[in-house]
């Protein structure tokens, strides 16, 4: 004779029952706290998927335009005949915005004044 093993119904003992009645409570409280980790998770994940196509259009636009955004070294140079003040790209030499003079950029410095744009160190010039 062989001995097998199958899955068969088997009344609950009453203790049985009872220790059944805790573990689905355990459980119960488990899923619950599953389902707001999976809430959390999914929050989070769609914030790094937001991330990932906002990075996506931006490489887009570089690869379709040729153009990427970057830090570049400007100078401001006052026009004081004009009011304003151009800015100017130091690499290429390209005037890229202007603005109006603030009233302290319009006061013109005497050629004796320590700020002056003129190279003081040959003495006056008369």
Known sequence: MTEIFRKLPVTLTA?????????????VSRHAALEVQKKDET???GE??????ERI???ALQV???IEHREVRCVELPRHARNVVEIQRADTGEIVDSRPMRADERQVG????DDDETDSSNGPTH
Request: proline content about 3%; glycine content about 10%.
């Open 15 to 27: 203790g049985e029952k009872a220790l059944r009645g805790e573990e689905m409570a355990r459980e």
């Open 64 to 66: 379709n335009t040729g």
């Open 57 to 59: 259009a931006e490489l």
């Open 43 to 45: 929050k989070r994940l």
């Open 48 to 53: 790094l998927i937001k991330d990932s196509d």
């Open 110 to 113: 005497m050629p004796f004044d």
